[in-house]
């Protein structure tokens, strides 16, 4: 059983940093490319950064320059370094991702970590 488990959440005051990470388990497995989304209460829930197997980076624009998302393929873990938060950056955190196992690919999602930045 394939799993994402994401950690690092917490309440931080504005300016501040967080770094959250999100590791895949199961049998066998490689992590493919992964994304980090993020849901604010009464939103809809919006991808934040991606990064390829390869190591290329995308990020939405409310977030370039300050956050950083980066991976251990030794480790199947995908990490997302928040410096400088805002109050708009409170929201859960969600980390989705595509698992290769037994020769094929599927996509899974985390069950989240909540961030609150104060201000």
């Known amino acids: 059983q394939v799993q994402l488990v994401e950690s690092g959440g917490g309440?931080?005051?504005a300016g501040g940093s967080l770094?959250?990470?999100c590791a895949a388990s199961g049998r066998g497995i490689s992590i493919d490319t992964m994304v980090?989304?993020?849901q604010a209460p009464g939103d809809q829930r919006n991808l934040?950064?991606?990064i390829s197997?390869?190591?290329i980076t995308n990020y939405a624009d409310s977030v370039k320059g300050r956050f950083t998302i980066s991976r251990d393929n030794a480790k199947n873990t995908v990490y997302?370094?928040?410096n400088s938060l805002k109050p708009e950056d409170t929201a859960v955190y969600y980390c989705n991702g595509n698992?290769?196992?037994n020769g094929g690919l599927r996509n899974y999602w985390g069950r989240g970590t909540q961030v609150t930045v104060s201000s």
């Open 11 to 13: 309440l931080v005051q």
């Open 19 to 21: 770094r959250l990470s």
């Open 36 to 38: 980090w989304y993020r």
């Open 48 to 50: 934040v950064a991606r």
């Open 53 to 55: 197997r390869s190591g």
């Open 80 to 82: 997302l370094q928040m």
């Open 99 to 101: 698992i290769i196992q």
